[in-house]
């Protein structure tokens, strides 16, 4: 792992936080600066510089070759595929592809870094600056930029539960190929920082270069916080490390930063220095002072030469990019009329972008937008599925809406049809006929029902005269009466003559 960047404040763009960002302190307010160290485990079946497995979940110290172990003698070779998501996740990020890149050897002592040293790259990175878009709940967007992009393997892991006097070491995860994404220290609030991270993990899962399951360990932050009086020059930082969800990032910046206010109000300083976030009791606390770059004795490796990259070869991984995230959005605005609200919903995850479109294709999109987003999604989140889970295909629900479409079904019975799909699996229209829940569109029968519903509340007639509006309560008993399957078109129809009042109130 690398420090943020030797000049912090030379890379942070100038903007500052807005007022409701500000937090609240004894003296006044206080603004926060945030940049994030993201690390992104390459997805490949092989580690950066062994042929070992990398399938997450296998027994202790089974994917260990003698390059992981650092036996004497033995020589790291670089997984070419590995280079090649590099540059992937760097051209999906808008970035800088350097032609020519240096790994070094980055010197520290741990328990469970055989080699006594991580092969990673410091000064000559192969992934220079870049750029991530966030989409706020609020509508804005706010630009974070990229400091870089470098490969670096992995570490092992310390196992400190397994026995009462000593602690063990598993070498699965020792040379996995890990991507560190280096933002610049463009983010002011916890918000921002969540939003960060779930676009970032949605751009590699679109590009397929990390699987982005942060409870696996495939990514992780180290966040960078440090607070100042608005306008002034930036503060102290200090860095929590291996923050391994989105919650706990929001909840260690919101705890990092009063820990700082409230030490600087007191008259004190900030130690520059490395923390742990703890999830019981939402605190940090201190790791150990903050190793400066030079303290870990970075040094070329001597046993890889520097890699070097072909122009044509990054030309062809960028013609092979799939639609990314923004792009993606821009075109549903733009070809479905979607909202940029349901366009940023839907492309959240790749997989509930491409079933949005199977339902759109030929139909009312905006319907489509609001069933997928709404009783879908609402039924995915209740179930905890997935969507590659959902026992609705994108074929049936379509085909519900078809149905509430051509006026066999209103929208009230297809929310009652839809239930009954997602319990069962069946098609809408098997249901609707099984079941009997056509629409009734024949004129006699509802404005008998209407009739019904009038002579038996003539007081309700009366006022309705006074106030128009009550028409919608003879709307809910027809409907009532009708157990939701009249033509609601042709109720307030008829019910609008029968009223004396315009079919338009």
């Not at 940049?35 to 490949?44: D, F, M, N, R």
């Not at 004497?72 to 999906?92: F, K, S």
């Not at 072909?310 to 792009?327: G, Y």
């Amino acid at each position: 792992m690398t420090t943020m960047v030797s000049d912090f404040e030379r890379t942070m763009r100038k903007r500052e936080a807005r007022p409701e960002d500000l937090i609240k302190g004894q003296t006044g307010d206080w603004e926060i600066i945030l940049g994030l160290e993201v690390h992104a485990q390459v997805t490949s079946n092989a580690k950066l510089f062994s042929a070992s497995s990398t399938k997450f979940g296998a027994e202790q110290n089974t994917q260990v070759s003698f390059v992981d172990a650092a036996m004497p003698g033995m020589l790291p070779v670089i997984n070419r595929y590995c280079v090649e998501q590099a540059v992937r996740t760097g051209l999906g990020l808008k970035a800088q592809i350097n032609l020519r890149s240096v790994f070094d050897r980055k010197n520290y002592f741990y328990p469970d870094l055989p080699q006594g040293y991580q092969i990673s790259q410091y000064k000559h990175p192969i992934v220079g600056e870049g750029e991530v878009v966030l989409d706020m709940k609020d509508g804005r967007t706010v630009t974070v930029g990229i400091e870089r992009l470098h490969l670096e393997q992995d570490a092992g892991k310390s196992l400190h539960d397994q026995h009462p006097a000593m602690s063990f070491v598993d070498l699965n995860r020792s040379g996995v190929a890990l991507m560190e994404i280096v933002s610049k220290p463009d983010m002011r609030s916890a918000d921002e920082a969540r939003a960060y991270v779930t676009k970032l993990r949605t751009i590699l899962r679109y590009l397929g270069t990390c699987d982005g399951n942060m409870e696996e360990g495939s990514l992780r932050a180290d966040v960078n916080v440090s607070v100042r009086k608005p306008g002034t020059p930036l503060g102290t930082r200090c860095e929590i490390k291996n923050v391994n969800s989105i919650r706990f990032i929001g909840q260690a910046i919101e705890y990092e930063a009063r820990r700082q206010i409230e030490i600087l109000e007191e008259g004190g300083s900030i130690s520059q220095e490395t923390r742990l976030f703890d999830p019981k009791t939402g605190e940090t606390r201190s790791m150990r002072s903050k190793e400066e770059a030079h303290d870990y004795r970075y040094f070329p490796d001597p046993d890889l030469l520097p890699l070097e990259l072909l122009q044509d070869d990054v030309d062809a991984i960028k013609a092979s990019l799939p639609e990314l995230p923004d792009e993606k959005k821009a075109r549903l605005i733009s070809e479905y009329g979607l909202s940029p609200y349901d366009a940023t919903v839907l492309v959240g995850e790749a997989a509930r972008a491409d079933f949005f479109e199977a339902v759109a294709k030929g139909r009312d999109a905006k319907l489509a937008a609001n069933w997928v987003t709404g009783d879908f999604f609402g039924a995915l989140n209740r179930e905890g599925h997935s969507i590659e889970e959902t026992p609705v295909t994108a074929k049936q629900l379509g085909e519900l809406i078809d149905l509430i479409s051509d006026g066999t079904i209103s929208g009230r019975i297809a929310k009652q049809v839809f239930d009954s799909m997602y319990k069962t699996g069946r098609d809408p229209a098997k249901i609707v006929k099984d079941e009997g829940l056509q629409q009734v569109t024949d004129f006699g029968e509802i404005e008998a029902a209407i009739d019904a519903v009038i002579a038996a509340n003539p007081d309700k007639v009366e006022q309705t005269k006074v106030k128009p509006q009550l028409a919608a309560w003879f709307v809910g008993q027809i409907m009532k009466s009708t157990s939701g399957k009249a033509n609601p078109r042709v109720v307030n129809e008829i019910l609008a003559r029968k009223l004396g009042l315009s079919s338009d109130g």
